[in-house]
T-cell receptor
Framework: DGGITQSPKYLFRKEGQNVTLSCEQN?????MYWYRQDPGQGLRLIYY???????QKGDIAEGYSVSREKKESFPLTVTSAQKNPTAFYLC????????????FGEGSRLTVL | GIQVEQSPPDLILQEGANSTLRCNFS?????LQWFHQNPWGQLINLFY???GTKQNGRLSATTVATERYSLLYISSSQTTDSGVYFC??????????FGAGTRLTVKP
């Protein structure tokens, strides 16, 4: 089945550690996105990529990094510089950035102890 | 940037009741979507509706782009409709901006 796969679903990390969240899509979409959701809030854009080897910062990119070496994959690294990393992280993709319908993975819940 | 406001913030219904959720946005858009976030956190696509009216079973949506609002109708609500409903629109940079959501609780 076509879709977006995020892993892991749940992750615990100690303060000061970097952690990488995986996002893979087999929809042949050009654009991919990472959003952050805090309890009771909407979604905020961290990073997006419109094409392989290119990505742009969203509203809250500080403390995060991404790569886009393959069309299917858009991993997100939450670095130790991120001051409040505990959140629900959602990966999405669309056929194109300006008018494409957005599809989401199941999310990864990160808790920093 | 573009502002997206959803109302009401919370809604409690008895099973079988109908409801209307509203999304207002502050600028013209060419992309608007409605999502349902289930209790496990996954966002399910409901409608891609930058303009016009669409229906899918008990759900329908209408977007009046010239007046900058969209409505989501839920008829004969079921307990499985519970969750948070989000509206999202694209801004001038074509980034999708999300409203704060409407939390719907359907009681049996």
């Amino acid at each position: 089945d076509g879709g977006i796969t995020q892993s892991p679903k749940y992750l615990f990390r100690k303060e000061g550690q970097n952690v990488t969240l995986s996002c893979e899509q087999n929809l042949n979409h050009d654009a991919m996105y990472w959003y952050r959701q805090d309890p009771g809030q909407g979604l905020r854009l961290i990073y997006y990529s419109q094409i392989v080897n290119d990505f742009q910062k969203g509203d809250i990119a500080e403390g995060y990094s991404v790569s886009r070496e393959k069309k299917e994959s858009f991993p997100l690294t939450v670095t130790s510089a991120q001051k409040n990393p505990t959140a629900f992280y959602l990966c999405a993709s669309s056929s194109q950035k300006n008018t494409g319908e957005l599809f989401f993975g199941e999310g990864s819940r990160l808790t920093v102890l | 940037g573009i502002q997206v406001e959803q109302s009401p913030p919370d809604l409690i219904l008895q099973e079988g009741a109908n409801s209307t959720l509203r999304c207002n946005f502050s600028d013209s858009v060419n992309n608007l979507q409605w999502f349902h976030q289930n209790p496990w956190g996954q966002l399910i696509n409901l409608f891609y509706i930058p303009s016009g009216t669409k229906q899918n079973g008990r759900l329908s949506a209408t977007t009046v782009a010239t007046e900058r609002y969209s409505l989501l109708y839920i008829s004969s609500s079921q307990t499985t409709d519970s969750g948070v409903y989000f509206c999202a629109v694209n801004d001038n940079n074509n980034d999708m901006r999300f409203g704060a959501g409407t939390r719907l609780t359907v009681k049996p």
